[in-house]
């Protein structure tokens, strides 16, 4: 089957770098993306990686490592308005139609 | 539209009754999607739409519930008997190109069976 696995919290300063990490399962792999979601909002693309690396966007960088089945987003300079849940997806079956799988979240709490 | 407007964005009904929500998608987005998000869990994933058709709904649960997009465009997502285990936030999104282009979701509509 697949599957993702990400921390359930996390709870890091204003101002610090934090490091949200995620390990999947999947039959086969068409990239790995990472979505935002504040308390009562709408889940909202962050990134998406299909090669291995570091993608950098602004304060936020996302990582892939697909011989380990890794990924991990990277957000510096935290911000209060930072804090919200965050979710690695992979596509759902085979081939890429935009159907994902998602895990369960990792809520990120910024603390002045 | 400016993004994925669902209605209602709170729906209040008691067990048995039938419910429909509905989705409206970014104006030209040819994929169209459903979730269903319950507390402390991720997106769950429930039907996809490529134009008008149905092109994968393996997620509905069972077949209380359907799901239809006449046009190719707004989508209404439907639940009869309902059961108190259906609550949840319904979740749709919508997308310029089917897995190439991200998913861009609506604030989903809370529904609650009491």
């Known amino acids: 089957g697949q599957s993702l696995e990400q921390p359930s919290e996390v709870t890091a300063v204003e101002g610090a770098i934090v490091q949200i990490n995620c390990t999947y399962q999947t039959s086969g792999f068409y990239g790995l993306s990472w979505y935002q979601q504040h308390d009562g909002g709408a889940p909202t693309f962050l990134s998406y990686n299909a090669l291995d690396g570091l993608e950098e966007t602004g304060r936020f960088s996302s990582f892939l490592s697909r011989s380990d089945s890794y990924g991990y987003l990277l957000l510096q300079e935290l911000q209060m308005k930072d804090s919200a849940s965050y979710f690695c997806?992979?596509?759902?079956?085979?081939?890429?139609?935009?159907?994902?799988?998602f895990g369960q979240g990792t809520t990120l709490q910024v603390k002045p | 539209g400016a993004g994925v407007s669902q209605t209602p964005s709170n729906k209040v009904t008691e067990k048995g009754k039938y419910v429909e929500l509905r989705c409206d998608p970014i104006s030209g987005h040819t994929a169209l999607y459903w979730y269903r998000q319950s507390l402390g869990q991720g997106p769950e994933f429930l039907i996809y739409f490529q134009g008008t058709g149905a092109a994968d709904d393996s997620g509905l649960p069972n077949d209380r519930f359907f799901a239809v997009r006449p046009e190719g465009s707004v989508s209404t997502l439907k639940i009869q008997r309902t059961e108190r285990g259906d609550s949840a936030v319904y979740l749709c999104?919508?997308?310029?190109?089917?897995?190439?282009?991200?998913?861009?979701f609506g604030n989903g509509t809370r529904l609650t069976v009491t």
């Open positions: 999104a919508s997308s310029s190109d089917a897995g190439r282009s991200p998913l861009h």
């Open positions: 997806a992979v596509p759902h079956g085979s081939g890429n139609t935009g159907k994902l799988i």
